[in-house]
């Protein structure tokens, strides 16, 4: 499984982001995938999560309200959008597949990772 983030960058705060991260490999179609973060210094945290059929997404409370999380199963792609960003956003932002539901947050849960894209806000 290969996961391919992209669409990180530098912004001013208030500004918008859209990540996305490209699945190939497994059948990512039947797991839950996810987005984390970590800034220097700081432990990953989980930021938003999505099940196989889009029905069901969690954000952390950080990010609620001013995240959207969404997949397209038939491109196999996974997208996050991040407005009204804030300079305690940054970090970078990792892809996470494989993952179960009810440990949505839990970056051991995922098997697979992409190599990450930086986000920073200013």
């Known amino acids: 499984v290969q996961l391919v983030e992209s669409g990180g960058g530098s912004v001013q705060a208030g500004g918008s982001l859209r990540l996305s991260c490209a699945a190939s490999?497994?059948?990512?179609?039947?797991?839950?995938m996810g987005w984390f973060r970590q800034a220097p210094g700081k432990e990953r945290e989980g930021v938003a999560a999505?099940?196989?059929?889009?029905?069901?997404?969690y954000y952390a409370d950080s990010v609620k309200g001013r995240s959207t999380i969404s997949r397209d199963n038939a491109k196999n792609t996974l997208s996050l959008q991040m407005n009204s960003l804030k300079p305690e956003d940054t970090a970078m932002y990792y892809c996470a597949a494989g993952g179960s539901g009810d440990t949505w947050y839990d970056g051991r849960r995922y098997p697979y990772w992409g190599q990450g894209t930086q986000v920073t806000v200013s």
């Open positions: 490999g497994d059948a990512q179609s039947s797991k839950c």
């Open positions: 999505i099940w196989p059929g889009g029905d069901m997404t």
